[in-house]
């Protein structure tokens, strides 16, 4: 009760081809927040405003965009 029906760590094909040909972009840094949702940064600097608003948010109770 409560396994997967497959392997734990048996990728599937969507992931073996991403990390085969991963995605060009210029994003090195992220956060990702509770809900699921993930904020991405190009630079340290933006990344850590990111940070700031989304603990500042996080405190008020209210969410980033």
Do not use: C, M
């Amino acid at each position: 009760d409560g396994l997967p029906p497959s392997a734990i760590s048996n990728p599937g094909w969507e992931a073996i081809q991403a990390a085969l040909y991963p995605e060009k972009h210029s994003h090195y840094y992220f956060i990702s927040d509770t809900d699921g949702s993930t904020i991405f940064a190009d630079t340290e600097a933006q990344h850590l405003k990111n940070v700031a608003a989304l603990r500042a948010a996080k405190e008020n109770g209210t969410t980033i965009d």
